[in-house]
């Protein structure tokens, strides 16, 4: 009868092998995945504003966010979910207008002249001052940013004075023949200051000042309501 053999018994794994497979198939964590997002949005706004957003290359956008072209097309296939990922992106981390509560006793007017003023003013310093600007010189050759920056910014901000307004209509204290028409007046001078500061102004001329001009509009907006009338009234 033949030997049979044997068979050795399983050693047991080695602690150390068996962790390494496992960092080897995990995947990336959620702070490097948001970090690395972030970088490529921010990469391909700089690349849209220098260049242009049909002259840019996924390419050197991959370049300049110092990423595989590769990893560019994991986060975003195509140059039509970038061009949303890099609005989002800039409306998402930018000083951008936040609700207020409404303080009691506080005015429509008041709470406009609060929540809109340092908002608008730090807005052309912000990575959404580079969107608008980059909307400006490129709505015309890129339908699809204007589209996007319309849905996800312009109406979002046109909505919330709109609402502001009409409260102010409803308790007396505003009178206009159309809240959608003044409360697009009320963007109007950010858009004036970007064209103007960034498109209109020679080099070393003085800039064109947001704040006093949403200041003057609201003052004149609100003239002639019920409380100036009575502020006249005891002057």
């Known amino acids: 009868m033949a030997d049979v053999a044997t068979a050795a018994p399983c050693a047991d794994p080695d602690i150390g092998t068996v962790a390494k497979r496992q960092r ?6 959620l702070d490097k ?9 921010e990469a391909a706004l700089a690349e849209f504003v220098e260049c242009g957003v049909a002259r840019s290359t996924m390419e050197r956008i991959a370049c300049r966010a110092q990423v595989a072209k590769g990893t560019l097309y994991l986060y975003y296939p195509s140059k039509d979910e970038l061009l949303r990922g890099v609005v989002e992106h800039a409306l998402r981390h930018s000083a951008v207008y936040q609700p207020l509560r409404r303080r009691k006793g506080e005015t429509v007017r008041s709470l406009l002249r609060r929540s809109l003023l340092p908002t608008l003013e730090a807005v052309d310093s912000s990575e959404r001052g580079m969107l608008a600007r980059l909307v400006l010189s490129e709505a015309r050759h890129a339908p699809e940013l204007a589209r996007l920056y319309k849905e996800l910014a312009f109406d979002a901000w046109q909505n919330y004075v709109q609402d502001l307004l009409a409260l102010a209509v409803k308790e007396g204290e505003l009178r206009t023949r159309s809240v959608s028409r003044s409360a697009q007046l009320l963007a109007s001078p950010f858009w004036m200051a970007l064209v103007h500061n960034n498109l209109l102004a020679s080099e070393g001329s003085q800039k064109l000042a947001l704040k006093p001009l949403v200041e003057l509009l609201i003052d004149n907006l609100f003239a002639g309501t019920a409380g100036d009338n009575a502020a006249v009234k005891r002057q």
Do not use: K
Request: net charge positive.
């Open 33 to 41: 995945t948001a970090q690395t997002r972030q970088q490529i949005a």
């Open 24 to 29: 080897r198939t995990r995947g990336p964590s």
